[in-house]
Nanobody
Framework: QVQLVESGGGLVQPGGSLRLSCAAS????????MGWYRQAPGKEREYVAH???????DYTDSVKGRSTISRDNAKNTVYLQMNSLKPEDTGVYYC??????????WGQGTQVTVSS
């Protein structure tokens, strides 16, 4: 069982930045992949980015060049640094972990609102 707790969301003006954190209850080096997803009001949850245990990263096109996903194994934490935020980045951001045994775990989410 892996518990994930997200933090770092909030209200930010367009063009601003936020750093989201996802703290895991287990050592993340044992987790194959950790990722971020988001869900805007009235829309389905969508993929944002992920980082593998080997440090490989991937981003959806809409955040590529504006966001950086990273991991701190010592703190069992994954981060998503988001810059040049746009109103369309608004949503609840969820952390997801995929273990080597195929287990998938989600956090409770953190709200990001981009508005002037």
């Amino acid at each position: 069982q892996v518990q994930l707790v997200e933090s770092g969301g909030g209200l930010v003006q367009p063009g601003g930045s936020l750093r989201l954190s996802c703290a895991a209850s287990t050592r993340i080096f044992s987790i194959n992949r950790m990722g971020w997803y988001r869900q805007a009001p009235g829309k389905e949850r969508e993929y944002v980015a992920h980082i593998t245990s080997g440090g490989n990263t991937d981003y959806t096109d809409s955040v590529k060049g504006r966001s950086t996903i990273s991991r701190d194994n010592a703190k069992n934490t994954v981060y998503l640094q988001m810059n040049s935020l746009k109103p369309e980045d608004t949503g609840v951001y969820y952390c997801r972990a995929t273990t080597s045994l195929g287990g998938v775990y989600w956090g409770q989410g953190t709200q990001v609102t981009v508005s002037s």
